[in-house]
């Protein structure tokens, strides 16, 4: 059973929809009784199996790939993993459009592959905002993925490098201005300083408690790779980051 994303807890019983087949659950705990639902249709869900198999192959299987990622609308966009039923629900804004649901769905699909509903971090976000919109490339879309990186972008300058960086992201649900853009613009200053094939690995690399092991990643890098990344994480160099 899928939760209110607002206060975290279960929705009771869902209904089903009579036109679509789909189940759709009202919030019992907000005055307001969001509206919750599954997202029947083969569009989405054909995307989301192209989202999955190209983490998979981009970053390596998840270990629990074994378990279902039950595709949902609701409040916004999200990816947790659901201990009882061993399951992960994907949350896409209800209103979205259908181009903004495929951005939705890569970023999150990153998250169901790499982060498994516990990391969060910078790193990760940067990471899900470059997969999102090298889907959208791939699958039809680049001239809307185009419009997004430029947003993206543009947005960069409301937050430092250093301020992104140190955002506190298990605090908030909400992220300040800028913050995916300027995770965004240190993706591609770092896809330019070492390519996509030596970053993709930054996706698994842990620290013994959990998080991502930035450092690490760096270490085994080549020395003169390893410096112009750094330039970019210290803010020194690369394109798009001050
Ligand atoms: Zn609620
Ligand atoms: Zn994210």
Not at 34 to 52: F, I, K, R, S, W
């Amino acid at each position: 059973m899928p939760r209110c994303q607002r206060t975290f807890y279960r929705l009771r019983e869902g209904g089903r929809v009579a036109e679509s087949g789909a189940t759709r659950w009202v919030c019992p705990h907000c005055p307001d009784a969001e509206m919750y639902e599954t997202v029947q249709g083969g569009d989405l869900q054909g995307y989301a199996d192209l989202a999955y198999a190209f983490c998979a192959d981009g970053f390596g299987p998840p270990r629990d790939a074994h378990r279902p990622t039950l595709l949902l609308l609701g409040l916004h966009p999200e990816c947790a993993y659901e201990p009882e039923e061993r399951r992960y629900d994907i949350y896409l804004q209800r209103g979205s459009d259908p181009w903004q649901q495929r951005l939705q769905i890569g970023h999150e699909m990153f998250h169901r592959t790499c982060s498994w509903g516990r990391v969060f971090h910078w790193s990760h976000e940067m990471l899900a905002c470059m997969v999102s919109v090298r889907l959208l490339h791939r699958h039809g879309l680049p001239e809307y993925a185009r419009i997004i990186e430029q947003n993206w972008l543009r947005d960069a300058d409301k937050l430092s490098l250093a301020a992104m960086q140190a955002t506190d992201l298990w605090a908030t649900s909400c992220y300040p201005p800028g913050f995916y853009g300027r995770a965004y613009a240190v993706g591609v200053a770092l896809t330019e300083a070492v390519g996509w094939d030596r970053l993709r690995p930054l996706a698994r690399r842990f620290c013994p408690y959990g998080a991502p092991d930035v450092d690490g990643w760096l270490a085994g890098l080549p020395p003169a790779v390893r410096a112009r990344a750094r330039a970019v994480l210290s803010g020194t160099g690369g394109p798009g980051v001050q």
